[in-house]
Nanobody, 119 residues
């Protein structure tokens, strides 16, 4: 099983980045997919989630209206489009897969990709 994130980098405040997470080794369409982040000296926090049921999405208040989560089941990939970035968005972003249906007891994490928002 692997979750491989990419797309992080250094961006100025107000800029945009798009993160990708490619999954392998499990049935992607059976998993809710989410993004978490961990800023310097902070605990890991949830950012956004894409539920398989009803294609429902929800977001943390701190990113609502600026970030968009999407998924492509054919490519086993989840994305996070991040716009209007702020310095407080700086951190390591992690991809998370939480199993549903017959995979209800399974959960996987990626290794993370660094996002730095600074002028």
């Amino acid at each position: 099983v692997q979750l491989v994130e990419s797309g992080g980098g250094l961006v100025q405040p107000g800029g945009s980045l798009k993160l990708s997470c490619v999954a392998s080794g499990f049935t992607f369409s059976n998993y809710d997919m989410a993004w978490f982040r961990q800023g310097p000296g902070k605990e890991r926090e949830w950012v956004a989630r894409f539920f398989v049921a009803m294609d429902y999405k929800n977001y943390a208040d701190s990113v609502k209206g600026r970030f968009t989560i999407s998924r492509d089941n054919a490519k086993s990939t989840v994305y996070l489009q991040m716009d209007s970035l702020k310095p407080e968005d700086t951190g390591t972003y992690f991809c998370n897969a939480e199993g549903k249906y017959s995979d209800y007891d399974k959960e996987y994490w990626g290794q993370g990709t660094q996002v730095t928002v600074s002028s």
